[in-house]
C-alpha cells in the first residue's frame, strides 16, 4: 500500500476513490495494527510531506482511537494495550509529540488530539507517566508552535467526560496549572500561545481542585486570568470571561475576596465591550453567579431541614444588582433585527440574565426595571420600545406574585396593544412577554376582563406572521392551560372563545401556502384547546375531529406527489401535526370517539402502509392508536386482525429504538383494553419482548418497560398466564441481580431504580393472575420476591412509584397465602421497618400510603396478628 497516496485520496473529489482510501486503511489497520499506527505517525511527523497528507494521517490516526459506541470504544482502547508492542508504543508516542513542534499548524493540532486519545488510556493505566512533564517541558521551553500546540494537547486531555482519565488527572494537576499558567501569564508574547493557555486552563479547573484550595497559588491564578481580560487581544478577553464563568461554577466559596476586589469592575466592564464575544461572555458570568445563588438557596432550605450544614452563600448578585442591573436593561437594546431566532447576540444573553437576576434577587430589582420600562415603552426608536417589552415579560418569574399583580393588571392592556406596534419585533416581544404572564402570573388575567382582548391580540399576531409564530402559540397554549379546568367541569372561561379559537386555528393551518413552522405551531395550540376543553365545548371537539380525519386522508395521496426531500420532510411534518391533534381529541372525547374510529383506523392504517422506512410519523401514529384502545376497550377487538401486523413489525424493529420503545407501550395499552381478548396475541407479544429483552445490543430503557408489560399482560389475561410464568419467572429473577454500587453513575442509578419499579409490576401482575386458580404455582417465586424487596429495603435510592408497587406486592402475597404459610418470611423486622416507612411518609401520594397500610394489614393476617376474613378497605 503506497500510504501518502491512500491518505491523498481519503480527501479526493472522486467518491469511489475516497471509499477505496478507507477502505484501504481499515484493511491495514485490521492486518497489522502495530505497523499501521506507525506508519500513519511517521506519516504526521514528516516535515517534507503534503500539509493535506500529514493531515489526513493525523484523522487516520484520531479515528482509529475513537468510537461513538461505548462498547466498540473498549474494543478500541484494549487493542492499545493489548496487541501493540511496547517499542512501537514508544515510537508512536515520540512521532507524536515530535509533531507538537511542527511549523504546520494542523499537523500540530492534529498531533494534540491523537496524544489525547492516547492518554485517554494510557493515563488510567499508569501508563506514559513523562508526558504531563514533556507537555510542561515544551511549554517552558519549546518554539511558539511547539506552546500553542502543547497547551492544546493539555486542553484535549482535559475535555475528557471518561471519570477513569478525570480521577487519573488529579494526580497530574501540579503538571497542568504548571503549563497553562505559565502560558497564559502576560509575560507570554505570542498571543495565539496565550490564547491557546487560558482556553486549556478553562479546561482543566476541575483537575486543580487541591492547589485552588491553596490560597497562594489560588491568588496566583487568578491574578492571570484577571490580567488577561484586559490583555487588548478580543479572543483572550472572551477566553478570560469564560474561564471565571468556569471558576464561579466550581469554586463559588472561595470568591468573595476576588468579587469585592476585581471580578465586580471588571465583568461591568467586560458587559460594557463593543467586541460581542467579549460582552457576551461577562454578561454570562453574572448568569453563573446567579445560578449559583439559585442552587445555594434551594440546598440551604433542604439543608435547613433536615439539620446539616449550610453552604456558604455571599449574595453577589444582590449586592452588584444596582450597577449589573442597568447595564444589562441598556444592553437589551442592542437588538439585530436580521437575527434569527436561533442567533444568540448580546441582548439575547442580556435577556437571559435578567431573566436569572429576577429568579435570584426577587422584588428588589422591579423598581429599576419598572422605571425603564415606563421610560422606553413609547420610545420612538423600535429597540427601545422592544427593550422595555422584554424587561418587563423577563421578572414575571422571581419575585413575589402581590408585588406583580397591581403591576400586571395596570400594564395587562398596554401590552396586548403592542401586539398592533408596527415592528415585527416588538410584537413578538409583546406575544412572548404576554406568555410569561400566562406561565408564571395567570392569577392576574381576570377572565372577564383580559381574556377575550388578549385571545384576539395572539390569534391576530399569529396570523400576522410566521416569525411571531412561537411565541403566540406559546402564549396560547400557556393561557389553556391555566383557563381549562377540570375535565369533569361541565364549563371554564376559555368556553364563550372556544368555537372562534378553534375555527381560526384551522382556518390559519389550511393553506397549502401556510408557513409550515406557522402550521405545525398552530397545530400545538389546537392540541391544547383540545385538551382544555370542558364538556360544553365537546361537540366542538368532536365536529373538529371531522375536519382532522379530512385532512389526513388527503394527505395519503399527496405520498405519490413526493418529489424532493423537502416535500417528505414537509408532508410528514403535516401527517405528525395532524395525528397529534387526533390524540388528543380521542383522549378528550374517550368513549364519545366511537363512531369515528372506523374511520380513524382506516387512515391511520392507510398512513402506516405508505410511509417510508426511517419516518417519524409511525411514533405518533401508535401514539394516537393507544388512545382509541384505550378508548374503546373490548370494541377495539375488531381491528386487531388488520394492525397486528405493523404492532409487530415494530415490536421487532431495534434499528428505530423510538418506534420499539412506542410499541412496547402500545402492548400494554391494547392488553388492557382487551383484557382476555388478547390472549390470542400474546404469544406473539412474549416472543417479541422476550426477544428484545435478551438482545445485548437493545438499549437498557427499553428493559423495565418491557417487565411492566409482562404485569399488563397477565393482568389482562389473569389464569392464562401460566403459560409464560416459567419463563416469566427466570427474567425477573435475572433482573434483580443488576444492583447498584457507590461509583455508578446518574444514569445508572436512575435505571436500577425503573428497572426494579419493572420488577415489581410485573410481579404484582402475575400474582394477581394466578393466585385465584393456582396459587401452588406461586410458591417457588416467594423468597425471591422477598430477596428483591429486601434489597429495596435496604438501598436508599428508591423512589415512591418503587415503594407503591413493593407494597401492592406484600399484600397480594400476603393475600395470596393467607393461613400463615410463609409467616416467618413476613415477619422478618426490615420488612416491617419498610412498610412503616412508606406508611408513615407525609410526602407521599395518598394512594401510596394507603396501599402501605394495606399491605400491613394483608401481612397481619398472614402473621397471625389481625382476625381471618379482612381484606383491604
Given at each position: 500500500m503506497d500510504v501518502n497516496q491512500v491518505l491523498q485520496n481519503t480527501y479526493s473529489g472522486d467518491a469511489a476513490a475516497r471509499q477505496s482510501a478507507e477502505q484501504q486503511l481499515n484493511h491495514a489497520a485490521e492486518v497489522n495494527y502495530s505497523n499501521y499506527l506507525e506508519t500513519l505517525a511517521k506519516e504526521l511527523a514528516n516535515e517534507n510531506a503534503q500539509p493535506a497528507?500529514?493531515?489526513?494521517?493525523?484523522?487516520?490516526?484520531?479515528?482509529?482511537?475513537?468510537?461513538?459506541?461505548?462498547?466498540?470504544?473498549?474494543?478500541?482502547?484494549?487493542?492499545?494495550?493489548?496487541?501493540?508492542?511496547?517499542?512501537?508504543?514508544?515510537?508512536?508516542?515520540?512521532?507524536?509529540l515530535q509533531t507538537l513542534g511542527s511549523k504546520y499548524t494542523k499537523a500540530g493540532q492534529a498531533a494534540a488530539q491523537f496524544i489525547a486519545?492516547?492518554?485517554?488510556?494510557?493515563?488510567?493505566?499508569?501508563?506514559?507517566?513523562?508526558?504531563?512533564?514533556?507537555?510542561?517541558?515544551?511549554?517552558?521551553?519549546?518554539?511558539?508552535?511547539?506552546?500553542?500546540?502543547?497547551?492544546?494537547?493539555?486542553?484535549?486531555?482535559?475535555?475528557?467526560?471518561?471519570?477513569?482519565?478525570?480521577?487519573?488527572?488529579?494526580?497530574?494537576?501540579?503538571?497542568?496549572?504548571?503549563?497553562?499558567?505559565?502560558?497564559?501569564?502576560?509575560?507570554?508574547?505570542?498571543?495565539?500561545?496565550r490564547l491557546a493557555a487560558i482556553n486549556s486552563l478553562s479546561d482543566s479547573l476541575e483537575f486543580v481542585r487541591t492547589n485552588f484550595e491553596n490560597e497562594g497559588e489560588r491568588n496566583y491564578i487568578m491574578q492571570v486570568i484577571c490580567e488577561a481580560t484586559q490583555s487588548g487581544d478580543n479572543r483572550i478577553e472572551a477566553s478570560s470571561y469564560g474561564c471565571l464563568n468556569r471558576i464561579m461554577g466550581l469554586y463559588y466559596d472561595k470568591m468573595k475576596f476576588y468579587m469585592e476586589k476585581a471580578l465586580f469592575g471588571l465583568t461591568i466592564m467586560g458587559m460594557k465591550n463593543p467586541e460581542e464575544d467579549v460582552s457576551k461572555l461577562a454578561i454570562e458570568f453574572w448568569c453563573t453567579?446567579?445560578?449559583?445563588?439559585?442552587?445555594?438557596?434551594?440546598?440551604?432550605?433542604?439543608?435547613?431541614?433536615?439539620?446539616?450544614?449550610?453552604?456558604?452563600?455571599?449574595?453577589?448578585?444582590?449586592?452588584?444588582?444596582?450597577?449589573?442591573?442597568?447595564?444589562?436593561?441598556?444592553?437589551?437594546?442592542?437588538?439585530?433585527?436580521?437575527?434569527a431566532d436561533e442567533d444568540y447576540n448580546v441582548s439575547r444573553a442580556s435577556y437571559q440574565c435578567l431573566q436569572l437576576y429576577a429568579q435570584a434577587v426577587g422584588g428588589e430589582l422591579v423598581q429599576t426595571v419598572l422605571g425603564f420600562v415606563e421610560l422606553n415603552l413609547r420610545h420612538t426608536d423600535w429597540h427601545m420600545r422592544d427593550a422595555a417589552v422584554s424587561a418587563f415579560g423577563a421578572i414575571m418569574e422571581g419575585p413575589d406574585e402581590k408585588l406583580l399583580q397591581p403591576l400586571i393588571k395596570q400594564g395587562l392592556p398596554v401590552l396586548i396593544g403592542m401586539m398592533d406596534d408596527p415592528v415585527v419585533q416588538v410584537k413578538d416581544s409583546a406575544a412572548f412577554a404576554l406568555g410569561r404572564i400566562c406561565e408564571n402570573v395567570s392569577e392576574s388575567i381576570d377572565a372577564q376582563e383580559h381574556l377575550r382582548p388578549l385571545i384576539g391580540a395572539l390569534f391576530a399576531g399569529l396570523s400576522s406572521s410566521p416569525r411571531m409564530a412561537g411565541s403566540c402559540c406559546w402564549a396560547l397554549m400557556n393561557l389553556a392551560e391555566r383557563f381549562g379546568g377540570e375535565p369533569s367541569s361541565e364549563e371554564n372561561p376559555l368556553s364563550p372563545h372556544f368555537q372562534e379559537s378553534v375555527t381560526t386555528l384551522l382556518s390559519v393551518t389550511e393553506g397549502s401556502d401556510t408557513d409550515n413552522q406557522l402550521r405545525m405551531a398552530?397545530?400545538?395550540?389546537?392540541?391544547?384547546?383540545?385538551?382544555?376543553?370542558?364538556?360544553?365545548?365537546?361537540?366542538?371537539?368532536?365536529?373538529?375531529?371531522?375536519?382532522?380525519?379530512?385532512?389526513?386522508?388527503?394527505?395519503?395521496?399527496?405520498?405519490?406527489?413526493?418529489?424532493?426531500?423537502?416535500?417528505?420532510?414537509?408532508?410528514?411534518?403535516?401527517?405528525?401535526?395532524?395525528?397529534?391533534?387526533?390524540?388528543?381529541?380521542?383522549?378528550?372525547?374517550?368513549?364519545?370517539?366511537?363512531?369515528?374510529?372506523?374511520?380513524?383506523?382506516?387512515?391511520?392504517?392507510?398512513?402506516?402502509?405508505s410511509v417510508g422506512a426511517k419516518s417519524s410519523v409511525p411514533d405518533t401514529v401508535f401514539a394516537a392508536i393507544g388512545a382509541l384502545a384505550n378508548a374503546l376497550e373490548e370494541d377495539f377487538g375488531k381491528y386487531m386482525t388488520s394492525f397486528t401486523p405493523f404492532l409487530y413489525n415494530a415490536l421487532g424493529n431495534r434499528e428505530e429504538p423510538g418506534l420499539c420503545a412506542m410499541a412496547i407501550g402500545l402492548v400494554s395499552d391494547i392488553t388492557r383494553s382487551l383484557g382476555e381478548m388478547a390472549q390470542p396475541y400474546c404469544d406473539t407479544f412474549m416472543n417479541y419482548l422476550l426477544s428484545n429483552l435478551n438482545d445485548k445490543s437493545i438499549s437498557n430503557q427499553f428493559r423495565p418497560a418491557i417487565l411492566q408489560t409482562f404485569g399488563d399482560i397477565a393482568q389482562a389475561i389473569g389464569p392464562h398466564f401460566e403459560t409464560y410464568l416459567s419463563v416469566v419467572g427466570q427474567v425477573l429473577q435475572a433482573a434483580a441481580n443488576v444492583t447498584i454500587n457507590d461509583s455508578s453513575a446518574f444514569e445508572m442509578l436512575d435505571y436500577v431504580i425503573t428497572l426494579r419499579e419493572g420488577i415489581m409490576d410485573a410481579w404484582s401482575g402475575a400474582i394477581l393472575a394466578i393466585k385465584v386458580a393456582k396459587p401452588q404455582l406461586?410458591?417457588?417465586?416467594?423468597?425471591?420476591?422477598?430477596?428483591?424487596?429486601?434489597?429495596?429495603?435496604?438501598?436508599?435510592?428508591?423512589?415512591?412509584?418503587?415503594?407503591?408497587?413493593?407494597?401492592?406486592?406484600?399484600?397480594?402475597?400476603?393475600?395470596?397465602?393467607?393461613?400463615?404459610?410463609?409467616?416467618?418470611?413476613?415477619?422478618?423486622?426490615?420488612?416491617?421497618?419498610?412498610?412503616?416507612?412508606?406508611?408513615?411518609?407525609?410526602?407521599?401520594?395518598?394512594?401510596?400510603?394507603?396501599?402501605?397500610?394495606?399491605?400491613?394489614?394483608?401481612?397481619?393476617?398472614?402473621?397471625?396478628?389481625?382476625?381471618?376474613?379482612?381484606?383491604?378497605?
Open positions: 497528507t500529514r493531515q489526513a494521517a493525523g484523522i487516520a490516526l484520531k479515528n482509529s482511537f475513537t468510537a461513538r459506541e461505548y462498547t466498540r470504544l473498549k474494543e478500541i482502547q484494549s487493542r492499545w494495550l493489548t496487541s501493540v508492542e511496547p517499542a512501537t508504543k514508544a515510537t508512536v508516542r515520540q512521532l507524536a486519545s492516547i492518554a485517554a488510556i494510557d493515563l488510567p493505566q499508569n501508563q506514559w507517566q513523562e508526558l504531563m512533564p514533556a507537555l510542561v517541558e515544551y511549554v517552558g521551553e519549546g518554539s511558539d508552535h511547539f506552546k500553542q500546540a502543547s497547551l492544546q494537547t493539555i486542553g484535549f486531555i482535559c475535555e475528557t467526560e471518561d471519570q477513569d482519565l478525570r480521577d487519573s488527572l488529579v494526580q497530574h494537576s501540579n503538571a497542568i496549572l504548571t503549563a497553562v499558567v505559565q502560558g497564559a501569564r502576560k509575560e507570554e508574547g505570542n498571543l495565539d500561545v453567579v446567579c445560578e449559583e445563588e439559585i442552587a445555594i438557596e434551594d440546598d440551604n432550605v433542604m439543608a435547613h431541614a433536615i439539620g446539616v450544614e449550610q453552604r456558604a452563600f455571599f449574595n453577589f448578585a444582590r449586592i452588584a444588582a444596582r450597577e449589573v442591573v442597568p447595564v444589562l436593561l441598556q444592553l437589551l437594546t442592542q437588538q439585530d433585527e436580521d437575527a398552530a397545530y400545538e395550540v389546537l392540541n391544547a384547546f383540545v385538551a382544555s376543553a370542558a364538556i360544553d365545548s365537546l361537540p366542538i371537539v368532536a365536529k373538529t375531529s371531522d375536519v382532522v380525519l379530512k385532512r389526513l386522508e388527503d394527505t395519503i395521496p399527496m405520498q405519490q406527489q413526493i418529489v424532493s426531500v423537502e416535500d417528505r420532510i414537509t408532508l410528514e411534518e403535516i401527517q405528525t401535526s395532524l395525528a397529534s391533534v387526533l390524540l388528543a381529541i380521542i383522549q378528550r372525547l374517550e368513549g364519545e370517539i366511537k363512531p369515528a374510529a372506523d374511520r380513524i383506523m382506516n387512515v391511520l392504517l392507510q398512513i402506516l402502509s406461586l410458591a417457588q417465586y416467594v423468597e425471591p420476591v422477598f430477596a428483591v424487596l429486601e434489597v429495596i429495603s435496604r438501598d436508599p435510592n428508591r423512589s415512591e412509584a418503587l415503594l407503591r408497587s413493593a407494597m401492592g406486592v406484600i399484600g397480594d402475597l400476603a393475600d395470596t397465602f393467607p393461613h400463615g404459610e410463609y409467616a416467618n418470611l413476613f415477619r422478618q423486622e426490615w420488612l416491617t421497618v419498610l412498610i412503616k416507612d412508606v406508611k408513615t411518609n407525609r410526602d407521599f401520594q395518598p394512594r401510596t400510603i394507603e396501599t402501605a397500610r394495606w399491605a400491613r394489614e394483608q401481612v397481619k393476617r398472614q402473621t397471625g396478628n389481625a382476625p381471618t376474613g379482612q381484606t383491604m378497605s
